[in-house]
Structures are given as C-alpha cells and as structure tokens.
C-alpha cells in the first residue's frame, strides 16, 4: 500500500465524494471544488487524484448510469471507503488537538 | 442547452485524446469531458467550450492516464542497462569470435572510411572556386563527315573576343587562357625554378575567386606582370615581401609580381599552376585576339546568375559556322559546367559518357561496400552458428517474459556496440594509413575531424553496420522456441546452415572477382608496357630549348657533346616525343576518297631525329643530309599512317597538304617507320607524318653512351651545355621515365583493386577461420569417439574441412563468368588489349581454394590431433 498521509488537495476531495454521495464522478467533483474554493481545476488533475485515492485504498468506484449530455456514456462513481473515513477523521481530529494547543483560539 | 445541443466537442482533440489515453478510461473520461462541454456552451460560450476542451484534453497527460506507461513492471532503463552488461559479457567470454568480429568489421570500416573520404574528395572537385555554379568551359564538337563526333576544347581567341564584345548581357566575366599549362623558368636572386602554370586574361583571376594573399586580383591587365602562387614566392623570394619584386622568365623576359594567391587545393582543376602569367604576352608578336584560324585557346565564361547554362549553349551553338570551312565539317559550341569538368567531360561520338574517372568512382565505392558486407557477413554466420551456445540464455529470458522485440533489441545492441568498436578502431587506423593512402591515390585527403558531417556520417555508418549485421541473427536468435532450446539438444535446423553456406559462397565469390581483377589488371599493365614502342626509350634524354641563347648553335652542341664521349647522337623535333602534340587535316594523296579528312599527328624533325630515337625503318630510307632535296620535299611515314592512306607500297608516293606550314604542299614519301607509341600506349597509336627541316628545333634530343656510367655522362653533358650557352637554364628529362609516368593510372588502380583483394580474402578466411573453429568445438566428442573407432587423421580431416571448402568451389564457378563479363567491359575502353585467358579464373579460384584449405586445416588438424581421451572426459 501506498503513502497513507493525506494532502490538502486529497482531503479536500475525499469531502466532496462524502458530500456529493450518489453524484461523486470526476466532472461534478470538479465543478463543486470549483464553486466551493473559488479555484479552477481541470478534470485531468480530480481524475488523477480521485486515481491515487482508489489505489490507497480511500475510494472504491464503479460505473453508473449514463445520461444524454454525456452522449450515453457512463460515469464512475466514487464511493468513500472505511479507510477512507477513518483517516478524514484522524486527520480532522490531528487538526483540533493543534488548534487546542494554539493559545490565542484556546478557548474559541 | 437545448439550442446549444448541435455544437459538438472538437473532433481532433478527441481523437487525440483517444490515441494517449488508456482504453479502459476511454468512456468515462469521454463522458466527462463532454458533459463539462456542454456545461461551459450553455453557461458560457461556445468556443470556450472548445478551448476548455482542448485544455481539458491535455491535463489528461497525466501518467496515470497515458497509455502504456508503465503498464507492467518492467523497468526499461534497467533492462537496457542489463542488455548493455551482457553484451559486453558476451563480447568478452567469447574474446575468439569477438576479435574475429572487431577485426573483420575494423579492416572493412577502415576501407570504407578511406574511400568515402577519396569519393568526396571527387564529388567535391573545383568546390573551391565560390563561383563554381556559374563557371562553364566553352567545348566544340566537331561534326566531320564520315567520323564520329568529336568534342574539344581548344578554340581560336577570337572566339573568346567575340563573346566578351556581343554577348556581354550573358556573362559577367569572360576569360581566355591558354589551353594548357606551360612550363616557365623563372629566376629570382634565389636561383632558377621550372614552374608549370597557366597564360590568362585577367579576368580569369575573378573568374576562379582566386584567394589573393596580396596585391590586386586585377593584376594580370599589365602585360609585364604575373600572378605567382604562395609556394613559388617563397621559392622566389624566401621571407621578403614578393610584391613589386621583379623576376626573369625563361632567362629573358622581365615581369614584375602583381599578386601572390593561396595555392590552389588539390582537387581543382588548376591546382598545377604556380603561376597565372598574361595572354597578352603569351601571344605577343605571333597573334592577336582576333584570329579565327589558330586553335590555341581554352574559353571559360562566368554566366550572369539568372543566366541558364544550356540558353546560352543554344545561342552560342553556330558562332563557329562562318569561320570554318563547311567541308571539312561542322564545328558546334556548347557550355561545359564546372560541376562536369572533373566526372563527366569524357564524350564519345558527341555523346556524354562515363569516363574513367567516374568508373573508378563506382567501381571503388562498389568495392568498399563489398568488403563491409563481407564483415558484416562474419557476424551474421558466427552469431547464428553460436546460437546454440546461447540457446538456452534465450530460452530462459522468454520463459520469464522477455517480449520478442526486447530480446532482438538485445541482439541489436550486441552488434551496434561492436560496430561502434570497430569504427573507433577503425578511425584510429584510418588516421594512421591516411598518408599511404594518399601515396597511393594521388590525393591530399585529411580526416575532416572538425567536420560534425564526418561524425553524423561515421555515428550512421556504424549504426547501419550494427544493423545490417546484427538484423537477421536478432530475427533467427528470437524465434527460437523456448522449451526446445531449454530441453538441450537444440538443432540449428539445415535453413540456417544452408543460408550460411550461401552468405561464405557469396564472399568468397566477391574475393574471387577481386584476386581474379588483379591479375587481370596487372597482366594488362605489362602487357602495354611490353608494347614496342618503335623507338628505343633508354638512355634517351630530350632537353627543351627554353632559352634563345640555345638557338643557333645546334651544330656546335651537337659536335661538341659527341666529342665529350658522354653522347652518341644528337636530334632536333619541334614536339617531345612522349605525347602527341602538333595534329593536321587537309592531307590529299592519290586514291584518296573526298570525304575522308583524316588527321595526322604531324611533326617537325633534323636529319639527325630519327637516328637519335633510333626509329625503326621498314620501307625506304630515313633522311639523309647527303640528300639536300629532302628538306621540306620529303616525309616519312608510320605503319598505321601508311594503313590509313592505303597504300601498299608507300614509298615514293605523293603527299599534298592544303596548307603551307611545312615548307610546301606537294611532299614525297621516302620511308616508313613502325608506329611510335607517343601518347596513351593502352591505345591505337596515331598515325603520324614526319616533316624534315633545316632549321633549329625547340626540342633536342639526346642519346647517351650506354657504356658510360649515367651521372657521368650527365655531368659531362651539362659541362659542355654551360659552356656552349653558359646563363641559359638547363634542364633535361629521361624519356623512359616520362613513358613510365603513362601508367600511373592503370597502377593506381591495380594496387588499389589488389589491396581490396587482399583485405577480402582475409576478411573471407577471418569468418571461415571463425566457423571452422566453432563447428570443431562443438563435434570435439563426436571426433573423440571417431578416434577410438579407429579413424585415421586424413580421414577426420576429410570428414572435418570438405563441408566448408566446397562452397568455395562453387563459388569459383560463380565467380568466373562474372569476372569475365565485369573485365572483359573494362577492357573495352582501351584500344591495346590482352585476350582474357581462362587459367586466369583457374588461378584465381585455386588460390581462393587454397588459402581456405590452409585456414580451414589448421582447425580441424588441430582437432583431430586431440588425444581422444581428453575430449571425451570433458562432461
């Protein structure tokens, strides 16, 4: 297995597939990042990360259904495995325990 | 969206797409791309929907997405790596063949290197002169009735006038020179110089962009001046400053140094000249640049650059016409190119032909190319015969996987590493033969080492010799079928023994042809030097009279060098007697049909001449000076000249000429000599008319005492000279030698094509030597088990060697008829010939065989002398 640490790009990702659940594949990830960070991203670069995600083991996917505007092709849908959560929470929970010890936000 | 629906994603970057992208993420990526695409029509515009897609396009060439990248876990730069360690393992485990291999590839790359450089060296003839592309030679053909065309080159300087004054909107630059280079003696405070150069107009100095180191390149419009090369200023005037100096041409004329130019390279036309002196001066007092009736004058042009060469030889083609004679024949001009002067200005019958040099041209490069395919030939049989050795290597690589084009790229890499090897090697030899080389060929060729074409050329060279070598052993090595070559006991299969019994025929054909070549040009050379030439060549000196103090006292040298017992005869021609100079038509005799004009060679000779050169009398009488009358009444003729007239008998017959030149027109014939072989002794000798005159003659011809040592004879010969004309230089040549000097060309050729035989019978033997070794090795039980059979040494012998000497007997079958039909062509340029004899092949074809039987039997002896014990142990 590979590298099991998460970067921001991944994490941000690894959100969107939880957030967009049955709508997760490569386009729809891409244009919600899009609206949601104000950042532009090609598909190519969600694709190849959505790509290393699924060989560490944090995404499983398989092919959906087709719709028109895609001219009848089917998408692949990602889907966030165990794995996949787990290490969203460690790396959520790593985050708190930081801002804890940050003195000025101590106490919110 | 809806009214959006016709524009489509752009066609070429799907496809594009397609053709990096993996399949299996073909659709979904495909999918995606279009849906943003009609995202971006509808909420923005069309065409950024179809810039986006093209930029979506090429974020996809992303690793994970490209096709075959690393699409197993083969890592290639370490396979090549790998490939690279066990080719140079192989190379040196099997040091033998590997050496075999080098040195083949080694010796035949040297060849190619060396007559690669030899054929540009001829391709690149005159690129010297930056004009070379506008420069033409004006020729003639001459049409005569009854004859084939001939094409010349001498014409008459009021061509040249004529062309420079009316055709001026044609050509730049216009210039005369005479026709052919003159020998000068030139005498500074350093002594005297016989130099050879050229009488030009000055245009010719731009005409030729000839390189002035100082003084003006207009410098020949002065007719006391002269253009001298490097070389002959720092003959002339050592380290002082040449220009302005003045010097003294043949003892009389006094010329003063305009210009001093870089000398010409070899490979140009002009390279002999040391000097260029003015036409003006050539011609003063006997001609002028309007006379229509001497042919004298070589005409060179320099066309305007928008000019075409063949326009103006249509223009120019009858200006001869109303300055000829119409009877004797029409005369046609035409533009000769500069890039023709060197490999394509030989013509017969009018007609461009390949001339000898471009033959030689072929003939080398075809050579050169012969010898690299028989190297490349001992690769091809050594690694295939050897493939057992590495049968099971192959085996195992493709059981693990190996792909087919990966074990071939390893095979090609062995032979591109060894050809590589061997062009280095082959560079280091080139470099040190390249000043024997040059001996030999008459060149001054140096490796172009700062020339990046050179190493491109040699880097392509060595990369197609890989190739062609290592192409077929890749092919057979690969296919081998893995299970059969890992169970043992693998079998060559007779397809490959047949096709390396073919490719050993064929070398051995190509070395057959070359030894054959050999002799046959060697028995052509002796046999023209063989030739009698009708005049006895040794001890015969000619001494040009350069100087006109040496006029006017031919009696006295004559008397006086008898009388110092150094000299037997003295005789006088006006043309020396080893070329064939001063030729006329116009001659009428008796029985003679109207149309025939042909031309004689026709020279000037004393009374003296014939016995002089010792000519050989075999109808009449020679001149006599008891006979005054003959002086300009009489003529003798040769063989062929009597032949030519048809005459029986000639003596006494009438000989009319339509000009004056030789004191008459109406002459008597007295005698008749053999034919005197005076040019080219490969051709039919001319026939030629011999005059007689009273007075002095520019070219003295003296005959030696044999009994007296040569360099005392000489010295005595030069004390009487200096004392009879004590400042005129003095200067003599052997004839001998000068008829010597007529087979260079032939002997050139002739130890040139028996080097390539030799080089290719050894590189033939080198594959033999490896194959024979090879087969031996393997049947080294076989030969054991033989023995203790009881088989005698003559028979394992037999057994061994008759395998590989009979193809070399068919090889001699082959090889004959070829080399008969390729020498007999070759033969057929010259007049005087040998009959092809066929123990010529014999000889060849036994030499061939038993150069093989030599190499094969110091093999398979070796083998058989084995004590059998010692080769059956080994297991």
Redesign the interface.
Known sequence: MKETRLGEFEEVLLLLVGILGDEA???KI??EFESQTQRAV????V??TL??LSEKGFLTSE?GN??P???G????IYTITATGRRVLIEARDFKTSLWEQYPGFANG | ?DNNNNHTAPRLAEVLLLWFLKEELA??????????F??TAVHRSVLRAKVNYW??V?????P??IKNYRSNNSKLNIMYQHNFKISLRNILRNKGYSLINLGGLTVSLTVVILIGLWTYDELSFNSYHSNMDNISQVMMAYHSPGEDIKVGSSLPPALGTLLKDNYSNYFDEVAMIRSRPEERIFTSDKGHFTESGYFMQPAGAKIFSLNMLKGDINGLKDMHSILISETLAKKLFGDKNPLDQSITMDGNTNLVVAGIYQDLPHNTSFSNASYFAPLDLYIHGWSDLTAWDNYFIHTYVQTKPNVKQSTVSSLIKELMLPHTDEESGKRYLFLLPMDKWHLHSEFENGQPVNGKRLKFVWLFGAAAIFILALACINFMNLSTAAAERRAKEIGIRKSLGSLRMQLMSQFLIESSLLAFLSFLSALIIATLVLPWFNNIAVKEITLPVSNPWFWSFGIGLSLITGLLSGTYPALYLSALHPIKSLRGGFNAGRKGVLFRKTLVIFQFTISILLISGTILVYQQIQHAKDRPSGYSKANLLVIPKRSGEMYGKYQTFRTELKKSGAVMEVGEANYPITNTLGNNNGFDWDGKSPSFDPSFNTIVVNYDYGKTIDWEITEGRDFTSDLPSDVSKSVIITESAKRLMGFDKAVSKELRFSRDYFGGNRFTIVGVVKDMIKGDPFQAPRPAIMFLTDHELPFMFVRLTPELHIAEALTRMETVVKGIAPSAPFNYNFIDEEYGAKFRAEERAGKLVSIFAILAIFISCLGMFGLVSFITEKRTKEIGIRKVLGASLSNLWRTLSLNFIYPVIIACLIASPIAYYIFSNWLHSYDYKIEISWWVFGISGMAAIAITIITVSYRTIKAALLNPIKNLQSE
């Open positions: 594949y490569a386009f891409a244009e090609s598909i190519g670069a694709h190849s790509n290393r092919m087709s719709s505007e895609r001219g092709r089917r998408k692949r | 969206m659709e979904e990526v495909l999918g995606d791309l279009e849906e943003k009609h995202y930029y979506q090429f974020q996809y060439l992303r994970f997405a």
